[in-house]
């Protein structure tokens, strides 16, 4: 049997814009470094994604070493952004959570406004040790995330894409497949593993970094479309609710939650503790 290993990693500075792969990162309690600190909102303070706006995969946020990001898209000029001063907050709701984040700034927000049509506020979470705390169901005290959907970490595995688009091929929507793993939009990804193993994993080591499974992930109509067309389909949404639902979910990957901080690197072992 192959070890499993560390395949790839990939963080996403602005929320439900299109991200990078780094060769390594810094895993924090909240999570990768980096990694959805910034969050788009809209006239009401609501965190927009590409659930609304599937626009939003066409632009991109780069992260810089001063903390700031870089947005860009084509027909539009690029546009450094700088890390706010924590110095006031306004008040944005996550999926109708409360959280306090801080304004990015007026430059920013015309550039989001001018490319997704529509008024828009770019907002950044100063403090994720305190502003968010993770669903206490599945919690320990004082965990907490950023603007992810809900978790610190998304893990994925190449195998279970590979099934997955094994089964795409096989039904109605077939040339829609196969699919990229960018659909599902995940922070790390495994290779060596066999297919599905990861709905059995509970605890598991990257490198120096060891995670607890929260929980899996309940996949949304983002996972349909393109990241780099924004065209939307049918799937991976139609073959997942035949073979991996779950109650009323539709199961990809799993959601991890770091034990302790530490680096992890493409190439990483990955092992299976519990």
Same mark, same amino acid.
């Given at each position: 049997?192959?070890?499993?290993?560390?395949?790839?990693?990939?963080?996403?500075?602005?929320?439900?814009?299109?991200?990078?792969?780094?060769?390594?990162?810094?895993?924090?309690?909240?999570?990768?470094?980096?990694?959805?600190?910034?969050?788009?909102?809209?006239?009401?303070?609501?965190?927009?994604?590409?659930?609304?706006?599937?626009?939003?995969?066409?632009?991109?946020?780069?992260?810089?070493?001063?903390?700031?990001?870089?947005?860009?898209?084509?027909?539009?000029?690029?546009?450094?952004?700088?890390?706010?001063?924590?110095?006031?907050?306004?008040?944005?709701?996550?999926?109708?959570?409360?959280?306090?984040?801080?304004?990015?700034?007026?430059?920013?927000?015309?550039?989001?406004?001018?490319?997704?049509?529509?008024?828009?506020?770019?907002?950044?979470?100063?403090?994720?040790?305190?502003?968010?705390?993770?669903?206490?169901?599945?919690?320990?005290?004082?965990?907490?995330?950023? !603007?992810?959907?809900?978790? @610190?970490?998304?893990?994925?595995?190449?195998?279970?894409?590979?099934?997955?688009?094994?089964?795409?091929?096989?039904?109605?929507?077939?040339?829609?497949?196969?699919?990229?793993?960018?659909? !599902?939009?995940?922070?790390?990804?495994?290779?060596?593993?066999? @297919?599905?193993?990861?709905?059995?994993?509970?605890?598991?080591?990257?490198?120096?970094?060891? !995670?607890?499974?929260?929980?899996?992930?309940?996949?949304?109509?983002?996972?349909?479309?393109?990241?780099?067309?924004?065209?939307?389909?049918?799937?991976?949404?139609?073959?997942?609710?035949?073979?991996?639902?779950?109650?009323?979910?539709?199961? !990809?990957?799993?959601?991890?939650?770091?034990?302790?901080?530490?680096?992890?690197?493409?190439?990483?072992?990955?092992?299976?503790?519990?």
């Amino acid at each position: 049997m192959p070890i499993p290993r560390l395949r790839s990693v990939h963080v996403h500075p602005v929320k439900a814009l299109r991200g990078h792969a780094l060769a390594e990162a810094e895993v924090q309690p909240w999570g990768l470094a980096g990694d959805r600190r910034w969050a788009v909102v809209d006239a009401s303070g609501k965190v927009v994604t590409q659930r609304r706006h599937p626009r939003m995969a066409l632009a991109s946020a780069e992260a810089l070493p001063s903390g700031g990001i870089t947005l860009s898209a084509a027909g539009h000029p690029t546009l450094p952004v700088a890390e706010p001063e924590p110095s006031s907050t306004i008040r944005v709701e996550v999926f109708d959570t409360p959280v306090e984040a801080v304004p990015a700034g007026p430059a920013a927000d015309a550039w989001l406004s001018a490319f997704l049509e529509t008024k828009s506020r770019l907002v950044h979470m100063d403090d994720p040790a305190r502003r968010r705390p993770l669903d206490p169901e599945y919690a320990l005290p004082g965990e907490t995330v950023s !603007f992810a959907d809900g978790y @610190p970490l998304l893990v994925t595995s190449t195998a279970s894409l590979d099934a997955l688009n094994a089964l795409i091929s096989q039904g109605d929507h077939a040339g829609e497949g196969p699919l990229p793993m960018d659909r !599902f939009r995940p922070n790390v990804v495994v290779e060596g593993a066999a @297919p599905w193993a990861e709905d059995g994993w509970r605890r598991l080591a990257i490198g120096e970094v060891t !995670f607890r499974v929260a929980k899996p992930c309940g996949r949304c109509v983002v996972t349909t479309t393109d990241q780099f067309t924004a065209a939307r389909g049918k799937e991976p949404l139609r073959t997942l609710a035949r073979h991996r639902k779950q109650g009323s979910r539709l199961i !990809f990957g799993q959601n991890l939650v770091p034990e302790h901080p530490g680096i992890i690197r493409v190439g990483d072992e990955v092992k299976i503790l519990d």
